[in-house]
């Protein structure tokens, strides 16, 4: 913010991040947008994807899957998310709405980490839902490390944020991925023509 920039993009990093809020208020001059920020200003622009429409879907690649594998059976799913906030509980309705759509008789287990990126503390918390007989595993975290323990015991699971076959192979099914880039030109384009809206 203090090296004459016109935008400042930035991503919110844990439950409330209060730093691009602070800078927002410190430099009124600059505009500021924050990816799944949750404070608007007349400078800062809190942008979010719509990311339950991919959660559905991946809930519904989950649901069919464990169908296809074994019919009519029950199935546990685990699902290992970051923080207890709205973005959390809304991806993880919108996947649960679209399991329970393709295999009535799944569950959910969900386990919260409360940070985004512990390899540790998601190894272990995949090994646990492994021990308590989980299927298949779906993320709301961001390392890699659930996926290889799911895929050491040949079980599949649905990433997030980057398509993680290439790191954990084809035992990944799927990942909802943003494209932010798209809404960057979209609003970086709207501020060059003066139609800048934060709310």
């Known amino acids: 913010a203090e090296q004459d920039f016109d935008i400042v993009i930035s991503s919110r990093t844990g439950p409330e991040d209060t730093g691009t809020i602070t800078a927002a208020e ?44 074994a019919p009519g059976k029950p199935a546990v799913v685990g699902y290992l998310a970051s923080f207890r906030n709205e973005e959390v509980y809304q991806g993880l309705t919108a996947f649960a709405l679209g399991l329970r759509a393709a295999h009535p008789m799944a569950s959910l287990q969900m386990l ?56 954990v192979g084809d035992h990944v099914l799927t990942s909802p991925i943003v494209n932010w880039g798209d809404m960057f030109v979209h609003v970086i384009l709207q501020f060059t023509q003066g139609k800048w809206n934060a709310g």
């Open 26 to 69: 410190k430099f009124p001059q600059l505009k500021f947008i924050q990816c799944l920020g949750t404070k608007s200003l007349p400078n800062l622009l809190p942008a979010h994807a719509r990311m339950f429409q991919t959660r559905y879907l991946s809930g519904l690649v989950a649901g069919y899957t464990l169908w296809e594998r």
């Open 112 to 167: 919260c980490t409360q940070t985004w990126g512990d390899e540790v503390l998601e190894r272990d918390a995949a090994l646990f839902l492994i021990r308590h007989n989980t299927s298949l595993l779906a993320q709301h975290t961001d390392t890699t490390a659930p996926h290889e323990v799911f895929a050491r015991y040949h079980r599949p699971s649905i990433g997030y944020n980057s398509d993680l076959r290439a790191a």
